[in-house]
């Protein structure tokens, strides 16, 4: 069966650093694209970024380029979110999701559950 475990999340100082995990099970990153995105409360869900491995291309919103980096390590069908310089308004429940396209899923066929960020002092 197809699943996305996202884990990483946690409570971080402004100005900190995070990294998020989504591990794939049920299919492999080499053929799929993965996108992350991000709902903070009263908020809609907002793209945050995206990978295709096997097109090698990636793509980051406007508001997170230049702290955010995203990678994909193919032997452990993992994808990551490199996550500096946090602020506040990254605070959000942030949720992996594929598909296939490039760098991002053309539709998403699969979410995966969430993982809790808090950026506060």
């Known amino acids: 069966q197809v699943q996305l475990v996202e884990s990483g999340g946690g409570l971080v100082q402004p100005g900190g650093s995070l990294r998020l995990s989504c591990a794939a099970s049920?299919?492999?990153?080499?053929?799929?694209?993965i996108g992350w995105f991000r709902q903070a409360p009263g908020k809609e869900r907002e793209g945050v970024s995206c990978?295709?491995?096997?097109?090698?291309?990636?793509y980051n919103t406007d508001s997170v380029k230049g702290r955010f980096t995203i990678s994909v390590d193919n032997a452990k069908n993992t994808v990551y979110l490199q996550m500096n310089s946090l602020k506040p308004e990254d605070t959000a429940v942030y949720y992996c999701?594929?598909?296939?396209?490039?760098?991002?899923?053309?539709?998403?066929?699969?979410w995966g559950q969430g993982t809790q960020v808090t950026v506060s002092s």
């Open positions: 990978i295709s491995s096997s097109a090698g291309s990636t």
């Open positions: 999701a594929t598909g296939l396209g490039s760098p991002c899923p053309y539709e998403y066929d699969y």
């Open positions: 049920g299919f492999t990153l080499d053929y799929y694209a």
